[in-house]
């Protein structure tokens, strides 16, 4: 059965699952000035998964659940002060990470019907650049609200506090989703 927006039936489900396994993904968390959690992981799950439509529509409705104040964020944290927190910048990046695989994916879908190594190579080469445009997005927000409400701080200290430390644990999270989503990809109805 197709629904008013295009999505069947399957794919409201399968969205609201992956939403549901972000938030979950978001409270296996380590405490820091910006806590390490696995919603990353949940990000390029869900779009690898779910293909870049289903995948982005699951990533904005975690983050519409966290921002009317549902505790789907690290620390059981939600409402909208999360979001527009220091670390808010890095929540709001997910959607733009979706976006940027999504629109990878569209233009590398060439090269990944090659051959299965190319396809890998290309999903991994989508999740570092959203990743990428989640840091930079993320950084540049922190470094804004940390401005006006506790006062300037340096590029090279965000990325000290915001982002090397978590360069080596977003690999991980993305070689999980790679393999993990590899095993998993047979099993998830397609668009």
Same mark, same amino acid.
């Given at each position: ?8 039936? /399957? ?7 992956? !939403? !549901? +396994? ?11 000035? *910006? ?6 992981? =949940? ?5 690898? +998964? ?7 529509? !699951?990533?904005?409705? %975690?983050?519409? &659940? @966290?921002?009317? =104040? ?6 059981? #944290?939600? @409402?909208?002060?999360? /979001? ?5 910048? %890095?929540?709001? @990046? ?20 090659? =051959? #299965? ?5 290309? *999903? ?10 989640? %840091? ?14 506790? @006062?300037? *701080? ?16 977003? +690999?991980?999270?993305?070689? &999980? ?15």
């Amino acid at each position: 059965m197709t629904q008013k927006n295009g999505f069947k039936t /399957v794919d409201l489900v399968m969205i609201g699952a992956f !939403a !549901a +396994l972000m938030a979950i993904c978001a409270w296996i968390t380590v405490p820091a000035t *910006v806590p390490f959690t696995l919603q990353t992981f =949940g990000v390029f799950l869900a779009v690898y +998964l779910l293909g870049g439509k289903r995948g982005t529509v !699951a990533v904005a409705v %975690y983050i519409l &659940l @966290g921002a009317v =104040g549902l505790p789907v964020f690290s620390g059981f #944290k939600g @409402g909208v002060g999360t /979001v527009l927190g220091t670390t808010g910048g %890095y929540i709001i @990046g997910f959607l733009f990470s979706a976006l940027t695989m999504w629109g990878l994916h569209a233009l590398l879908k060439k090269v990944e019907e090659k =051959g #299965k190594t190319q396809r890998v190579l290309c *999903v991994f080469l989508e999740m570092i650049a959203g990743l990428f445009v989640c %840091y930079a997005f993320g950084t540049a927000w922190f470094m804004a609200v940390y401005a006006r409400t506790k @006062g300037a *701080v340096g590029i090279t200290t965000c990325l000290s506090w915001c982002v090397f430390p978590f360069v080596i644990p977003d +690999l991980l999270k993305i070689t &999980l989703a790679l393999i993990l989503g590899g095993r998993l990809k047979r099993f998830i109805p397609l668009q």
